[in-house]
């Protein structure tokens, strides 16, 4: 139909005798080493090797245990605050996953979240996210906002707009106070659907951030394809920041580029006054990371902007 297909292929080896001597061994062990194949990234080969087995057991245990966390209550929602850098007050908290599995004890979202993506679960999961994240921002003062990840994944289904929409129904809250994060993997490509979507949410009156600039492609041109509202800058060169020559000027570069281009930047993982310095230094307009404060539960969100309330009144 005119349309270009890229397809890329991923192969899984065994060999007789060692791998099995029977075409059903064969054959489970050459899946296996696909298998890895695909985790790894696809588009190259394996051989099987015995370890793989028990990678690929570890993986589906996890997907079956996964199956069962959201209707368990065994997931929840932790958030960690963003501060203005001009007011030094909390501007929005980042809902972030936490997974307190029954036998392991608590999985971080970069264990899980692959999984819920590679088997759809990230739909179900991530609109309970958005929904619960939205009831709770609901109770806290009109000037903080709530932001919210969302993984490329949820961008295949239909829905999404209206699940955003339903959200902010429930719970009352006004679309100007929740932040949609999402990766560059949604407008790489000229991907027009994702474009339509993304449109679509800021017409509700949401915000759309870019989450973790500077790695991966970080093309110029989507910058241009999509009007975000705030750029994200990724963790790794605000934690170089001091200890790496080019972390700074790179930092500095995007804040250049963010502030030309009318978008805020916000710099990730601010963990010592010196790096807030140099965040500072460079232009960006809000800061998160340890140094502010960890993530926390929703109960001590209260007590935490007051707090932070405070502690700016007696700085000023
Ligand atoms: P992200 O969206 O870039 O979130 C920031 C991550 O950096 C969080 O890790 C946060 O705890 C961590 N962080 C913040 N400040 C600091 C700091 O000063 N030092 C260090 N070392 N780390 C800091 P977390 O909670 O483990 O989340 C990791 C990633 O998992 C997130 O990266 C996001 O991509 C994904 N994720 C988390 N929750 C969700 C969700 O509800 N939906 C989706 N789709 N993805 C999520
Ligand atoms: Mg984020
Ligand atoms: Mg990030």
Known sequence: GGHGVDIDTSIGIAVAPDDG????D????????????????????????????????AR????????????AGDLDVVYQPTIDLDSNEISGLEALLRWNHPRRGLIMPAEFIPVAEDTGLISEIGEWVLNTACA???KWPASVRIAVNLSPVQFKDHGLVDTVKTALAASGLAA??????????????????NRVTLQEMRALGVTIALDDFGIGYSSLSY????????IKIDQSFVRALGE???SAPI?????????????????????TPAQLRLVRAAGCKEAQGFLFGRPVPAADVPAMIARRKAVTVHAA
């Open 136 to 138: 709770e921002a609901a």
């Open 21 to 24: 001597l029977e075409a059903e």
């Open 60 to 71: 589906s245990a996890l997907e079956q245990d996964l199956r069962h966390a959201l209707p």
């Open 26 to 57: 064969l054959l489970k062990n050459a899946d296996i080493a696909l298998y890895a194949v695909k985790t790894g990234g696809r588009g190259n080969w394996r051989f099987f090797a015995p370890a793989m087995e028990a990678q690929a057991q």
């Open 176 to 193: 100007g106070r929740l932040e949609l994060e999402i990766t560059e993997t949604v407008v790489l490509q000229e991907n027009e659907p």
């Open 244 to 246: 790496n020559s080019e």
């Open 251 to 271: 930092v500095r570069t995007i804040a250049d580029l963010g502030r030309s281009l009318g978008v805020p930047t916000i710099a990730e993982g601010v963990e």
């Open 223 to 230: 910058l241009r394809a999509f009007p975000f509202s705030k």
